[in-house]
Every structure is written in structure tokens, then in C-alpha cells.
């Protein structure tokens, strides 16, 4: 309703701007996978799908940015992919790790630079919705539970960054979204980062007294 109005087609928000929001609507309630569901997965997924799968859980990148990602956007000596045509409307640029860059190294070997990366075996794009059955039958044959969409992918990639103390705002640069919105749904997942980061940007607030000790000593006195 708010992108309605926005966009000019409701003509006033008053009807909505002082409604208040359910309590809890905030929290985060993010579904990831372990590293060992993440291998189960990927070796229980047909060849095709196996390949946007990984790749998924290797750069976070969005399905439909897999899909459509082109030889000529990976940069296999600088390891890094350029997503043309982001959800936030402008490009972006992932960074890919060695298993990620040899992942597409490997896809991309005798393709020219218009050829996608990430095909169906029939050479054909992944299409809109085509990701939802093949992920389904994936996730029944690798015993995953609950089953997870392909936006979980997204989401177990940053909350591995997360659980390894990497820095919100690297993640959020890493997903191309704001540091708030990765702060909302993995910052819970980073307890140690958090902890030290507090402990060392505090210091010490005064030095410690040593009056017990004193006390100890005169009454032993």
C-alpha cells in the first residue's frame, strides 16, 4: 500500500499511516542450512540444478540473478561476478571464493561471453518458477526438514558469514542490501563478534580499587 502510494496510484495514506504494527512482526525468523544439509542438497539435486544450487550457497546471489548471469559478467582472474540488474535497480558486484570461482570456471568452460552460465540441460533458461519442484524433490531426497526455498540459500549463505564473525556491514555488501536489514534477520546468529566488538570499543571505565584486598590484609593484621 505504502508502494501505491509512492507510485501515485492511491491518492492519501491516511487510511493506513496510524495503524500500528503486530507485536513481534520485526523478528527475525530467518531458515538457513548447516553446512551438512548444504552438502546433502547439493549432491542430492539433479546435474543441471545442482550447479545454481552451489552457486547460490557460494556467492548468496538471488535465483533470478543466477539465472540470468552470462559468461561475460564473471571475471574468473579477478574472482568476482557482476549482476547487471540488480533488485535494488543498479549493478552490483560479488565477490567469488576459490570454490565458488572454480564452480563457474568449470560451468563456463568452451561458452562464449553471451552463452549463460547457469543453464538448464537442454541449454534453455531457468525460468521464472522452475526452481520450485527440483529444489522440493531435492530436499525430500536429502532428508532436508523443513525443505527450503531457494531464497534460503540466500539466506544460509549469509548466515554462515555471520556465525563466522564477519562484519554486518561486509555482509550486507556481500548481499548488496542494508546493513540494517541483514543487522534485523543475522546479527542474533554473531553473539561472539557482537560480544567482542562491545567488550573492545568499551575499554575500561575506571581502574579496579583494591580495597577488599586491603581489607584482607588489615584484618589479618
Not at 552438502?39 to 544450487?53: E, Q
Not at 566488538?197 to 583494591?210: I, K, Q, Y
Request: charge should be positive.
Amino acid at each position: 500500500m505504502n508502494h501505491a502510494y509512492r507510485e501515485g496510484n492511491a491518492k492519501t495514506d491516511e487510511a493506513w499511516r496510524r495503524v500500528k504494527p503486530f507485536n513481534g512482526t520485526q523478528a527475525a525468523r530467518v531458515r538457513y542450512l548447516s553446512d551438512e544439509e548444504a552438502r546433502r542438497l547439493i549432491n542430492a539435486c539433479a546435474p543441471d540444478f545442482r550447479a545454481i544450487v552451489h552457486a547460490a550457497l557460494l556467492t548468496g546471489m538471488r535465483y533470478g540473478e543466477l539465472s540470468a548471469l552470462q559468461v561475460k559478467d564473471v571475471d574468473i582472474t579477478a574472482r568476482i561476478a557482476t549482476v547487471r540488474h540488480s533488485k535494488a535497480g543498479k549493478p552490483r558486484t560479488v565477490i567469488l571464493t576459490d570454490e565458488a570461482t572454480e564452480l563457474l570456471r568449470q560451468q563456463m568452460l568452451g561458452m562464449s561471453g553471451g552463452s549463460l552460465v547457469l543453464a538448464r540441460a537442454d541449454e534453455q533458461p531457468w525460468g521464472k518458477s522452475h526452481q520450485h519442484r527440483p529444489l522440493r524433490d531435492a530436499c525430500v531426497h536429502a532428508a532436508i526438514t523443513p525443505p527450503i526455498s531457494f531464497h534460503g540459500l540466500r539466506h544460509s549463505f549469509a548466515s554462515r558469514l555471520a556465525m563466522r564473525g564477519v562484519p554486518m556491514a561486509v555482509i550486507a555488501a556481500a548481499l548488496g542490501n542494508s546493513e540494517a536489514i541483514c543487522a534485523r534477520h543475522y546479527a542474533h546468529l554473531a553473539p561472539g563478534y557482537i560480544a567482542d566488538t562491545v567488550r573492545l570499543a568499551l575499554g575500561r571505565l575506571a581502574e579496579p580499587t583494591n580495597s577488599n584486598l586491603t581489607q584482607l590484609r588489615r584484618s589479618a593484621v
